[in-house]
């Protein structure tokens, strides 16, 4: 079954640590060196398990559309807007693993120009066809593996933003340096929708939390099973690579993020949820955690 979001596992993995380049894991408590098989590996189970997903993607994952986390994604394209005025073809925009618009839309109705990346063929065609036409000028789609776009693209842009796109990648820390490195002076990085990689806190909180997380997923598999919708419960692991070992660390990501010279303006944690009853009973009442948000600008 599609993760709704992060919870700790295998927190302290064994492995020594080197310096790992293109292809390493870039994160902490894990072995980093380069290994091209499995990175390959994750980037072929991503194209078959999103091919699959197809066009019923967010209908699969009812934590990115219910009415709680809608007013959270709504809240982050807002100061995105506030703190980078649109301004038409002049800001320039760049969306990695674009999907089918999670992002890309909203931003696009705002007046940005925007340019989206996604590994799936599949998706990046159906989002095509939700590109409302009067903005169809402002929007270019391109399919590639998001390293490869970085090695051959030359643009410079006023922002980079993501969404649930870290937690699929074997060496998520390069990709963030060399998007970094594509920020005008001022650009802005939205990291959205991530599993946070965290300590428990408190063990009867935790038991709590997965007491809601475990009705939340016996809701969900009903509606899922009600509406037709096949569950591709097996095919996870390898394509949400990173979630085998507890997720994002955003501390560490904060670290990369000051290297390669961004200000950290805002991180965010909250609990997702399939449904906003749910994810209500999680934020509002537990005070639980399991999902990230980062928000950087370039010096």
Known sequence: MPPSGNEPQNANPPGPLCKGGRGGFGNGG?????????????????????????RLYLDRHPEQTNLYQAQILK????KVCRLLPPGGAEKHVLDLGCGTGYLFLPLLARGYRMTGIDLSPELAAFLETRIPEPYKDRASLAVADVLEFAERDRTQYDAVVLSALLHHLYDYETVVRKYCGKLKKGGLFLIFFEPLKQAIASPLRYGLHKAVARL???AYGMEMKLRGIPLFEEDYHVADYQRQFGGIDPARLEETLRAEGMEILELEKYCARRYALSAFAANRLLGTQNTFNLLARKS
């Open 75 to 78: 809240n982050a394209v807002r």
């Open 216 to 218: 939340d997923e016996a």
């Open 30 to 54: 894990q072995a980093r060196f380069p290994d091209k098989e499995l990175g390959d590996k994750i980037l072929e189970e991503n194209r078959r398990v999103h091919a699959r997903e197809n």
